[in-house]
T-cell receptor, first 117, second 111 residues
Framework: AQKVTQAQTEISVVEKEDVTLDCVYE???????LFWYKQPPSGELVFLIR??????QNEISGRYSWNFQKSTSSFNFTITASQVVDSAVYFC??????????????FGEGTQLTVNP | DAGITQSPRHKVTETGTPVTLRCHQT?????MYWYRQDPGHGLRLIHY???????DKGEVSDGYSVSRSKTEDFLLTLESATSSQTSVYFC??????????FGQGTRLTVV
């Protein structure tokens, strides 16, 4: 069975600080996909990134960066120079490659990030 | 934004009554999903569909049924609502293992 663990339940930082959200996963498959979603206070789920298990290159998108390490089964998310608008719950998720399951996701419990002015 | 509409957005119902939530998409995606979100559990998969009339159970399917008679519609039914089914329900769509996009959510309260 697959599992995603986000050990940090809540993180509080001051604006402009860098913050890293941890994600550790378990899966028996060699082909799988990892995702991050953001849930702002308004409640919708916003897709941030998708990586496949064959691509371990780190990715940067503006102030966001992701560090994927298969050796430690981790897919961590860093926000550089955090802003108040980054305050949200962030979810890490995993899907395995099965023909009939599509993007059936297993989510972590989420990390509540609060960025204070 | 992906064309996903959930209805209703909010509902209060009494224990023991049947409830149906609707998810409608305009993207013609093959896969559709129902998740529930509860504090301390993140989101958990209830049921999903991989085509018209093709559905399967997820992690927390007890007490729920689904139907998909058209590509664009995926219905979630609580046959006899219980207080433990008070939750926020999200519908999602995807093409194969590509990124799933979520609806706005339905807040259901069972009293």
């Amino acid at each position: 069975a697959q599992k995603v663990t986000q050990a940090q339940t809540e993180i509080s930082v001051v604006e402009k600080e860098d913050v890293t959200l941890d994600c550790v996963y378990e899966t028996r498959d060699t082909t799988y996909y990892l995702f991050w979603y953001k849930q702002p206070p308004s409640g919708e789920l916003v897709f941030l990134i998708r990586r496949n298990s064959f691509d371990e290159q780190n990715e940067i998108s503006g102030r966001y960066s992701w560090n994927f390490q298969k050796s430690t089964s981790s897919f961590n998310f860093t926000i550089t120079a955090s802003q108040v608008v980054d305050s949200a719950v962030y979810f890490c998720a995993l899907s395995e490659r099965e023909e009939t399951s599509g993007s059936r996701l297993t989510f972590g419990e989420g990390t509540q990030l609060t960025v204070n002015p | 934004d992906a064309g996903i509409t959930q209805s209703p957005r909010h509902k209060v119902t009494e224990t023991g009554t049947p409830v149906t939530l609707r998810c409608h998409q305009t993207e013609n995606h093959r896969y559709m999903y129902w998740y529930r979100q509860d504090p301390g559990h993140g989101l958990r998969l209830i049921h999903y569909s991989y085509g018209v009339k093709d559905t399967d159970k997820g992690e927390v399917s007890d007490g729920y049924s689904v139907s998909r008679s058209k590509t664009e519609d995926f219905l979630l039914t609580l046959e006899s609502a219980t207080s433990s089914q008070t939750s926020v329900y999200f519908c999602a769509i995807s093409e194969r293992e590509r990124s799933a996009f979520f609806g706005q959510g339905t807040r259901l309260t069972v009293v």
